[in-house]
């Protein structure tokens, strides 16, 4: 099993483009995520899915829209991207909503907005 | 929602020194705790948890008990190495029924010096 898979790896925009991070989970696990790394700041979620074809709001929404037309992707989007989006986003998955269940983490996608 | 404080780095230590990170919670309930790891360059990986108070959590040397009287979840360490040189994240379900990602504290850089 690969577990979590990020593409891409890092990628470098500037201001205004349109971008969109895919991951992948092979654990059959009906819970996404989607946080980015700030530093100093720890993780902070940004949009967050219970199931194919939902998708719910995090603590910092603003500048992202998600998808999750398949059970196993859940696709982050940046319509017109900006300085401050410049972060490490990484992707989880889990098995369950129970807040005991361990949460699993993609390598992360690096991304430079110039 | 539950929030965490964990204790600032970056913390050095020599290797074969006693580790400690504190880490306090506000929380609604009596939610599951965790540590995380991150070494350098890749992902969030689960180090312990503990889902119920008293629990102690333990994994690759660290251990964690969840204290509800003092609200804390201290991670510690006999005897680091220099192989123990990461970021350490102390984590808990946003809210009460875990579906909306974890809140994360801010991390701690451990370096461990030969």
């Known amino acids: 099993n690969a577990g979590v898979t990020q593409t891409p790896k890092f990628r470098v925009l500037k201001t205004g483009q349109s971008m969109t991070l895919l991951c992948a989970q092979d654990?059959?696990?009906?819970?996404m995520y989607w946080y980015r790394q700030d530093p100093g700041m720890g993780l902070r979620l940004i949009h967050y899915?219970?199931?194919?074809?939902?998708?719910a709001k995090g603590e910092v929404p603003d500048g992202y829209n998600v998808s999750r037309l398949k059970k196993q992707n859940f696709l982050l989007g940046l319509e017109s991207a900006a300085p401050s989006q410049t972060s490490v986003y990484f992707c989880?998955?889990?098995?369950?909503?129970?807040?005991?269940?361990?949460?699993?983490f993609g390598p992360g996608t690096r991304l430079l907005v110039l | 929602g539950n929030s965490v404080t964990q204790m600032e780095g970056p913390v050095t230590l020599s290797e074969e020194a006693f580790l400690t990170i504190n880490c306090t919670y506000t929380?609604?309930?009596?939610?599951?705790l965790f540590w995380y790891v991150q070494y350098p360059g890749e992902g969030l990986q689960l180090l312990l948890k503990?889902?119920?108070?008293?629990d102690k959590g333990s994994n690759k040397g660290f251990e964690a008990t969840y204290r509800k009287e003092t609200t804390s979840f201290h991670l510690e360490k006999g005897s680091v190495q220099v192989s123990d040189s990461a970021v350490y994240f102390c984590?808990?379900?946003?809210?009460?029924?875990?579906?909306?990602?974890?809140?994360f504290g801010k991390g701690t850089h451990l370096i461990i010096q030969p």
């Open positions: 989880a998955s889990s098995y369950s909503q129970q807040g005991r269940e361990t949460q699993y």
């Open positions: 654990m059959n696990h009906e819970y």
């Open positions: 899915s219970v199931g194919e074809g939902t998708t």
């Open positions: 929380a609604t309930g009596y939610p599951s």
């Open positions: 503990a889902t119920k108070a008293d």
């Open positions: 984590a808990l379900p946003h809210s009460g029924g875990g579906a909306d990602g974890l809140t």
